[in-house]
């Protein structure tokens, strides 16, 4: 599921009125959008990025050649 469901919001901010829901929402920094019946919508991973949980996505960095180490790996030195 990409969205949490109403008792996971409940959950997760310990309120069940969509006011108090949005209000916590805001205190913890989670992003949300509020839908045309005027409950909040909390993407899962939005929610677990702001809860730390998990990272956002990063451009992968390119690999780093470390010269002294290859030299003593391609010279047969160990240690």
Not at 6 to 27: C, F, H, M, W, Y
Not at 51 to 71: D, F
């Amino acid at each position: 599921m990409l969205t949490l469901s109403p008792d996971e919001l409940a959950e997760i901010t310990g309120k069940t009125r969509k006011t108090s829901q949005v209000e916590i929402l805001r205190e913890l920094g989670i992003p949300f959008k509020i839908r045309p019946n005027g409950t909040p919508v909390v993407l899962r991973s939005a929610m677990e990025v702001a809860l730390g949980y998990a990272t956002k996505n990063e451009k992968p960095r390119s690999p780093t050649l470390r010269i002294p180490q290859a030299r003593r790996l391609l010279s047969g030195q160990t240690g």
